[in-house]
């Protein structure tokens, strides 16, 4: 079955200063990459996906991602991080482009210091 | 459009007692799934509906169950309800079965 992990609980980077949140995949097959954020009582909001094409994705709010096929890796990136970015991240993988039956990890919980 | 609408938001019950959660999907999506989330296990898939049919089931005993309508809403039941079962359950919905997932906002599950 597939899944994925995000090694780190929890992300501290000083506001303006990029930042980086690992998360790395087990899949058989091709795999179907997402990040996602949560703030407080919120729901999930999407952030980006890999499908296939270019190695590094952008997504909404300055937010990207690069694809590993190698290291089995799809880490999130910002150049510049802002304090409003401070919330819980998740990446996620499907094993297949018509099952929604998607396996999230953990979570990184993302602090941005003024 | 009008993003995924779940209700209600906060539910308190007792256990034993059995609830009904609701989801709204974006309009013209047919794809429902549903998602416990938990601090202890995290996020974990329940079931995925496309026109008004189960597709997809994770790892959850019977008590949990759901249906979809022919307007694409659907709604979760769980029965029997237990102490574990305290949790913000998530809908998401896609266009196609293999689309982006968008989810709403949860229903907040407290069971004493």
């Keep these: 079955a597939q899944s994925v992990a995000q090694p780190e609980d929890q992300v501290n980077v000083a506001e303006g200063n990029p930042l980086t949140v690992k998360c790395t995949y087990s899949v058989s097959g091709n795999p179907y990459l997402f990040w996602y954020v949560q703030y407080p009582n919120r729901g999930l909001q999407f952030l980006l996906k890999y499908i296939t094409g270019d190695n590094l994705v952008k997504g909404s709010y300055g937010f990207e991602a690069e694809f590993n096929k190698s290291q089995t890796s799809f880490h999130l990136k910002k150049p510049s991080a802002l304090v409003s970015d401070s919330a819980l991240y998740f990446c996620a993988v499907r094993a297949s482009y018509n099952n929604n039956d998607m396996r999230f990890g953990a979570g990184t919980r993302l602090t941005v210091k003024p | ?112």
């Design chain 2, 1 to 112: 459009k009008a993003g995924v609408t779940q209700t209600p938001r906060y539910l308190i019950k007792t256990r034993g007692q059995q609830v009904t959660l609701s989801c709204s999907p974006i309009s013209g999506h047919r794809s429902v799934s549903w998602y416990q989330q938990t601090p202890g296990q995290g996020l974990q898939f329940l079931f995925e509906y496309f026109s008004e049919t189960q597709r997809n089931k994770g790892n959850f005993p019977g008590r949990f169950s759901g249906r979809q309508f022919s307007n694409s809403r659907s709604e979760m039941n769980v029965s029997t309800l237990e102490l574990g079962d305290s949790a913000l359950y998530l809908c998401a919905s896609s266009s196609r079965g293999a689309d982006t997932q968008y989810f709403g906002p949860g229903t907040r599950l407290t069971v004493l």
